[in-house]
């Protein structure tokens, strides 16, 4: 069973902090995304990337930042957490590059900026 | 790029009804047309998907049928149950790229 973990599941931060938030998945999946969602505007990607060091801007990517140094691991940053930027971010993995393959989601982080 | 539209944004029917949501897409390539469905506080999971070379698929109280001329897609749940209650999504694609509707509440009343 796919697992793909976000380890921060609520967080609190003030304005100008720097926020992590860390998401891994165990299937060895080649594709890691990022999407943040709003009610009413669904699921937005931010960034994605489709292997080690690779990184593509979604379609919301301003105020953000992503790394991804091992192939399970692939971390958001907020470089100066925003109020606009209080979300619920959903991670996700996917096994090659397929447009057909599946997408498996995490939990979700839910953060408020304050 | 793409666009996707989903309607209704909440949809409310009784137990045992159908319930019918409808998304259109604007990029003629896209290929690939997933279903998702999220519970309250749990993540979206996969209900059930599409290609572009299939018209229509049925996993046992639900199906999904797409019309690529019109470029719009449709999920069908029959019998429906109060644990269908949830926020569905669809989404199309065509490479990496999952765009996804802004989402549908279903609730299913007893």
């Known amino acids: 069973d796919v697992k793909v973990t976000q380890s921060s599941r609520y967080l609190v931060k003030r304005t100008g902090e720097k926020v992590f938030l860390e998401c891994v998945q165990d299937m060895d999946h080649e594709n890691m995304f990022w999407y943040r969602q709003d009610p009413g505007l669904g699921l937005r990607l931010i960034y994605f990337?489709?292997?080690?060091?690779?990184?593509e801007k979604g379609d919301i990517p301003e105020g953000y930042s992503v790394s991804r140094e091992k192939k399970e691991r692939f971390s958001l940053i907020l470089e100066s957490a925003s109020t606009n930027q209080t979300s619920m971010y959903l991670c996700?993995?996917?096994?090659?590059?397929?447009?057909?393959?599946?997408?498996?989601f995490g939990e979700g982080s839910w953060l408020t900026v304050v | 790029g793409e666009n996707v539209e989903q309607h209704p944004s909440t949809l409310s029917v009784q137990e045992g009804d159908s319930a019918v949501i409808k998304c259109t897409y604007s990029?003629?390539?896209?290929?690939?047309f997933p279903w998702y469905k999220q519970e309250l506080g749990k993540r979206p999971q996969l209900i059930i998907d599409?290609?572009?070379?299939?018209g229509e698929k049925k996993d046992q109280r639900i199906a999904v049928t797409l019309n690529k001329t019109a470029k719009h897609f449709s999920l069908h749940i029959t019998e429906t149950q109060p644990e269908d209650s949830a926020v569905y999504f669809c989404a199309a694609s065509k490479s990496y790229k999952l765009v996804f509707g802004a989402g549908t509440i279903l609730r299913v009343k007893s």
């Open positions: 990029d003629s390539a896209s290929n690939y």
């Open positions: 599409i290609r572009s070379n299939v």
């Open positions: 996700a993995s996917r096994t090659g590059s397929s447009s057909g393959n599946t997408i498996y």
């Open positions: 990337s489709y292997d080690v060091k690779m990184k």
